[in-house]
């Protein structure tokens, strides 16, 4: 946390792009060696001790977050800005089963969820980010209702650990990270369920990114179904999500109506971005999708 005090009092800000784009840009030959802060904390390019201020190298490495790169060193985390605020992320490229990612979906989710808050009419006495990663939710959502109590849920212990910093970091006292399964592993009703779970078809198993199932969509099903049951009267459930579109059918719709059919929750479902991730369209896991999209589903309970 005092390296990421650091870099706030530095003017340190970053936007985090997708992990195509920051490939692309990285191999560019000019930026082979970081020439400042944004290139060593958000473009994670290796650096030269020199590059950076004293103090700044001098708590990387106390923090056990600099490793040596040739000659040269590199940060094992990012940062990245969001609403005035700073987060501690994984490095690119996150490839590690515990990875904590934070990109284009982190602004898309927050700044959807913030929406919803502000033009809430009805306070919020209680509010969860599930899965909540960076707990970039979890903090719009707490710094729009400083008088919730805001849960930040993970099954991921590294997750946990970084959510509590960014928390710390956001001044967010009203934000408590715990451990759990969705819900599993707490209790009472609310008034907000926020989500950005793994919504991919990922081969290789990363917790940030698979979502489970043939389609990638078995969280975010479950996320609804333990709303179903936990939101209080006139709560909402704020899910965004994705999924690959085949033959023009979206699977995740489908499967969302029918999982809410048999409940009393009223709720709405839009495109965000229809073409996402295109890439991924070249891989196996993709074969049949002709694009993949990213979107907002949000039930309410009648009061």
Known sequence: MVLGRELIDCGYRFTTV???TQARVNRRPENAVARDLRDVFGWRRP????????????????????????????????FSSYDRDLFVHSAFPTDATDAVFFGPDTYRMADAVSAYVE???????????????????????????????????DINDT???????????AGTGNVRVCRGDLLDDVDRGFDLIAANPPFMIDPAGRMYRDGGGPDGNDLS???????????SPGGALV?????????????????????????????????????????????VAYARAERIDVVLLTATRPT
């Not at 099903?221 to 939101?231: S, V």
């Not at 048999?262 to 891989?283: A, F, I, K, Q």
């Open 221 to 231: 099903l479950r996320i609804i179904g333990a709303a179903a049951k936990r939101l």
């Open 159 to 169: 997750v946990l650990d970084y959510a509590r910093v960014n928390a710390g970091l």
């Open 47 to 78: 650096f030269r001790p020199e590059s950076v201020p004293g103090e700044v190298f001098d708590l990387l490495r106390a923090a056990g977050a600099a490793e040596a790169c040739g000659s040269l060193w590199r940060s094992r985390v990012r």
């Open 239 to 283: 899910l965004f999500s994705g999924t690959g579109i085949v033959e023009g059918q979206d699977p995740l719709r489908a499967a969302a109506a029918d999982r809410l059919a048999g409940t009393d929750l009223r709720w709405t479902y839009r495109e965000v971005d229809p073409d996402v991730y295109g890439e991924e369209l070249d891989g």
């Open 119 to 153: 033009d809430r009419r009805e306070p919020i006495g209680r509010a969860v980010d599930v899965g909540c990663g960076t707990a970039a939710g979890a903090i719009a959502i707490a710094k729009r209702a400083p008088d919730a109590q805001v849960l930040a849920v």
């Open 18 to 20: 997708t992990p195509a």
